[in-house]
């Protein structure tokens, strides 16, 4: 069984590379990526023999304990790329929930990236070990932590995988991607603020803690050589049986368990607000609202550029690189960047359902119509988030009458950012797969497209913003006045260009849409 999974999963690789240069390039520098990670990882655990054994012991104990919270989250995020983490898909199977485990776990550790884990972990053996017994010990101790991280990981993705497959799973796997943006920014933002007199004794004493986890129990075996060690190695080996006894246990239900992704929802009676206009364009946003309550696709641009805005906030105001005004409308002019340039590919989260538009568009007035919706409920949407997001800069930089011009700037990009990606979503549409991954990109075979639509969006709306932008930065804050009304004119004309474009390519947008996932 071992053998047959093995092989499967190196089938599964190869299919995927076969008659796709994009992917076979990918995949080179994957495992030449892999390849450099493994020997610097297996060298720079090696360099903690270079300090004290006590020292060389809380390093050891934190490094074994990130790789098992690595290979914790990670795949989690990778939810709906990887189709083998998704255990329904072997439901059918004429095998044991005791063989899948086991077959399972074999391919979890095939692969370039596992080998790479196992090779820098090894590094540890070298660092810690202060003897024969260490050695012989390390030999033991890093298969059972690379053991640990494999069952840990199927433990969770197994025992999420229903809810992963859901509506509201999506929505909180595209919140947890956020919280982890912000946790890989927390390392600069502790440089940029200072760090503590005191930061070595915090990292000693973390270490120290960490030391009876199971993790840091492999490190200390490793580090005593001895009865002790040989004890800890006995309680992780326990660990691991543990959580491979529950993860066979959630594999079980999770073979068995009805597919809540599957299910239809409660019909409930839709009407449309009284402030929504009517018509047409009452009726594109009312779509658009729901759009954005219901596919977690659409809400990603919001949680980045909130994200990306807050990173910013703190990490500038800490970096001493700007200041004054520029601290209050500089973040806000990014989040209104990466909200707008989502509407690139405006027609690509429709996808096939675009052809109910399609034969309803009579003229080129109804594209633009519909146009107008979408950049409506994006600013409805977006407009609050960007002044929130000002308000904050203004308050940090010092001066909160600063937050009036600064929104007033932001909505300006936005406008900006809407109207070159209504005239890149008629020019360069692409197709969204239909996974269940919220961060999901192109179709395989229109990454260009989506790279010149983004790239091409980002690079128009940043162009057309130096005329308002430098005046408002550098002279006077009051031309932000001036500056809305220009960011609206521009989002007017874009989708007016982009409507006389997109009617007469209408057949070829919609096949770009619709590309088969």
Known sequence: MVGTFV?????????????D????????????????????????????????????????????TLAVLSWMIVPLLAFGLDETLDPSRLALFPL?????????????ATGAWPIASLVALFGGVVGLARGI??????????????ALCLVASRLVTTALSGALRSRRGRDMLAIAVVFVVLLTQLPNLLINQGLPSDSLAVFRATGDALRWTPPG??????ADGGLV??????????????????????????????????????????????????????????????????????????????????????????SGGWSGFGLAAGPAMIAAIVVGV????????????????????GTERDLRTDFAGRQLANFVISGPLLAVVSVAGAVLAGNALWAVPATLLAWCVLGLSMGTGSVMSVLSPYTYPERMNAFSGAAPG??????????????????????????????????SGIAVLYGAAVAWGGRRIASRIGFRRMPELLAAVSRPT
């Open 7 to 19: 092989r499967l999963k190196l089938r599964l690789i190869a299919g995927s590379l076969r008659g």
């Open 21 to 64: 240069l994009v992917r076979q390039l990918g995949f080179g520098f994957s495992i030449f990526a892999a390849v450099v990670c493994a020997l610097f990882g297996f060298l720079l655990f090696s360099l903690t023999r270079l300090g004290s054994a006590e020292l060389a012991l809380q390093i050891g104990s934190s490094v074994f």
């Open 96 to 108: 044991t929930t005791r063989q899948l485990a086991t077959g399972m776990f074999a391919a979890s």
């Open 133 to 146: 017994g260490g050695v012989l010990l390390g030999l033991v101790a890093v298969p059972l932590v690379f």
């Open 217 to 222: 129990l492999a490190a200390h075996a490793i």
């Open 229 to 318: 060690g040989v004890l800890d190695l006995l309680i992780l080996a326990g660990v691991v049986v543990l959580l491979g006894w529950l993860w066979i246990v959630a594999l079980r239900a999770a073979l068995v368990r009805p597919d809540a992704s599957n299910q239809g929802g409660s019909v409930r009676r839709s009407r449309r607000g009284g402030l929504l206009p009517d018509g047409k364009l009452g009726a594109v946003l009312a779509k658009e609202l729901k759009y954005a309550r219901r596919e977690p696709r659409g809400r990603v641009a919001w949680f980045s550029a909130v994200a990306v805005s807050g990173v910013m906030l703190f990490s500038l105001r800490g």
């Open 342 to 361: 989502q509407t690139s590919n405006t027609f690509g989260i429709d996808g096939r359902s675009l052809w109910m538009n399609a034969v309803a568009f």
């Open 446 to 479: 229109q990454g260009g497209q989506a790279f010149v639509a983004g790239f091409g969006a980002m690079f128009g709306a940043g162009l057309l913003s130096l005329p308002v932008v430098i005046p408002t930065m550098f002279v006077a804050p009051w031309v």
